[in-house]
DNA sequence: TTAAATTTTAAAAATTCATTTAAATTTCTT
DNA sequence: AAGAAATTTAAATGAATTTTTAAAATTTAA
């Protein structure tokens, strides 16, 4: 594996193939699932030859857990990270809307895929990432617990904003094709209407959370 | 094709076998998706063999095409109808969520299916289905503005109001596989889970709509 | 410069899969 | 019972895919 290129000299050559095959795999993957993407599509998109692939990832299986793995901890790992930071509750709010809109805007494939494939296999893997533990004992379950301690907010079980939060950033994402078609708006027009979102989202989940 | 069986002298009839075998084919295609369902797998489910799905159904696109489009309608068509009845609005925000849960609950792969063929695919038949004028013009978009003209709620795109409640109600369904491994739910204690948005969502809709 | 590591090229073997066909059998209708 | 429709069986075809192998070409490092 070649790691360091002279860059002063050849600037033509191939950056490291390896990365190369996973970055177009990565894609074709996102765009059609597993069973979908041919590796034929993904050899020909990473601009390489299928014994390459072989030679690198033993086979399309081995190629994908490692891209799905990758994708899983981008997706929900992100969300996770913000939700944990040390800042005040609602600020927080407002900071992990407009951030992980961002995100997700950026990478509109990746929630329908991860989802989707979560889905149909058997996700072994869950069983190696720690997870449960990791939100369950998180700074930001403690925040919501002591906030309504205090009486500064309704009481609430993390999971279910959680799952709300992330249902009203993701979902007009993974539903675009829909939304888009039945609202007829462009691209551009769709673009902001999801960042118009960044607005409502936290507003609704604020005034959810007022106190009675 | 036989239609209708002597009920009284023979039960053990086959039921219609088209349907027998679209049942299924909606089946096997709900948990694999298009690539991953196998013919065979199909024919197996359904209790024929290959060689009779084709005297049916010419090939597998065209019985997959039925299946996604009654599928496709039935997701999205439940929840528009729900929208566009004659009802007070906070009690439609209500009933529709309670509604829409249980349906989800009761059909919980399709969510994820629907999604995720509606990004593979071209879609040409959205086309076909004029769902744009159906929802710009419904009884609901009316609503909302006349509402907010009378300074009932706040003024909000019904698409928003839309998108907000499908996510708040779908995500977590297609999100159970990794939801329910971080909580540590088992299958009935998540079905709780569903069960208590239906407080939740209603409630931070409701709270988010209260006119200043 | 040479030996080892990497990459490409080519190809073929093995497998899986959707589809087609034809013939045989069963079930339904009249 | 006769003819039509439905269903099964089995086989074959052909295309697509994955996997494997072997050798040539290139690059890298000692």
Known sequence: MQKEVDEGVKNKLPLDTEQKIKAAAKEVFLRKGFHGAKVKDIAEAAGVNIALMNYYFRSKEQLFEQIFLETFISFFGKITTLFNEETPLEVKIWKV?????????????????????????????????????????????????????????????????????????????????????????????????????????????????KPD
């Not at 893997?125 to 309704?154: C, H, M, P, Y």
């Not at 009481?155 to 993701?170: C, K, R, Y």
């Open 97 to 209: 809307v407009d951030q992980y809109t961002d995100f997700v805007i950026e990478n509109p494939l990746l929630p329908v895929f991860v989802l989707s494939e979560m889905q149909k296999n058997e996700l072994t893997f869950f069983k190696q990432l720690d997870v449960a533990s990791i939100f369950k004992t998180s700074f930001f379950a403690r925040q919501l617990r002591e906030e309504a301690a205090l009486g500064n907010i309704r009481a609430i079980d993390p999971l279910h904003l959680l799952a709300t939060m992330m249902g009203s950033i993701v979902f007009p994402v993974v539903a675009r094709p829909m939304l888009q078609h039945i609202s007829g708006m462009g691209q551009e027009q769709y673009k902001e209407f999801l960042i118009e979102r960044k607005q409502i989202t936290p507003r609704m989940i604020m005034a959810y959370l």
